[in-house]
């Protein structure tokens, strides 16, 4: 009886595990977030650009960072400060997107948690 139990509590988180480790995909699920909520100011010539030097426009320039290095640590989403910035975890003076209220919905943010948990790959 015991043993039935477990293999049907086993079971029963079985779609949550495959669901945290679908693959998220930087080109199809982070590109477009931060096209539309932050390259109105990361690119050259933009307010977060020049104040950070952080340009969102490629893989590379993300993983590049600002002037002070990284802001991406792939693997651990906890320490990476983009993380830390859009779930609301640092000052709220610098919250991202920058001044916008209502900022990411949880689904997006989450998006970003689980790229960067996966290894934030250019895929
Ligand atoms: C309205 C303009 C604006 C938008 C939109 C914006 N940012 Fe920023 N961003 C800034 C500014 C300005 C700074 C510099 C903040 C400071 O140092 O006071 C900054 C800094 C940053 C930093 C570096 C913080 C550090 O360590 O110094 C990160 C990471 C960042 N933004 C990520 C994002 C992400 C991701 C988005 C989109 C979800 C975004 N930003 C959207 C203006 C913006």
Redesign the pocket.
Known sequence: MKAIRMIGAVLAALPLVALAQQPVSFKADIRP??DD??L???VPG???YE??K?D?SSYQSLMKG?Q?GP?VKPGDSQNS??NM??EGRADP??S?????KGS?SPDKVRLFKRWVDQGAKDN
Do not use: A, E
């Open positions: 977030v931060l909520y932050c109105s100011c990361h933009g307010k977060g104040k950070s952080l969102l600002t002070f802001v400060t983009l910035l859009i003076s610098i991202m997107p920058y001044g916008i990411l």
